[in-house]
């Protein structure tokens, strides 16, 4: 396997360490839950480690965009599916708009 496609591996599978880790706040209660406060603290810092590990073959600029625009916008989803939070037109011209900039950010690879 080439070390991009690791690369890239390694930067979802933090994406997703973070989407968990978030989560995980959000059942922490203001840290006084203890269970969901330490899956919190152990999914970030797995985030940031992957993360770090994809910036050997990445660009910082394009890793740090596909990683918080990625959870930014799986992180909306989990919220409207999950906890019903509100959708709006606004939430929705959001999301499509952080998507596209970390797709024109990629155009951009040389």
């Known amino acids: 396997m080439s070390p991009i496609l690791?690369?890239?591996l390694l930067l979802a599978a933090s994406i997703l360490s973070e989407?968990?880790?978030?989560?995980?706040?959000k059942h922490s209660n203001g840290f006084a839950?203890?269970?969901?406060?330490?899956?919190?603290?152990?999914?970030?810092l797995i985030a940031i480690?992957?993360?770090?590990?994809?910036l050997?073959?990445?660009?910082m600029g394009i890793t740090y965009a596909v990683w918080a625009g990625s959870a930014t916008a799986i992180l909306a989803m989990v919220g409207i599916a999950l906890y019903?939070?509100?959708?709006?037109?606004?939430?929705m011209v959001g999301m499509?708009?952080?998507?596209?900039g970390v797709i024109v950010l990629n155009l951009d690879t040389h």
């Open 6 to 8: 690791v690369a890239w």
């Open 19 to 25: 989407v968990v880790g978030t989560v995980a706040l």
């Open 33 to 44: 839950n203890l269970l969901p406060t330490t899956c919190a603290a152990a999914s970030f």
């Open 49 to 54: 480690w992957l993360m770090s590990l994809s």
């Open 56 to 59: 050997k073959h990445i660009e």
């Open 84 to 91: 019903g939070e509100s959708l709006s037109v606004f939430k």
């Open 96 to 100: 499509v708009m952080v998507v596209g």
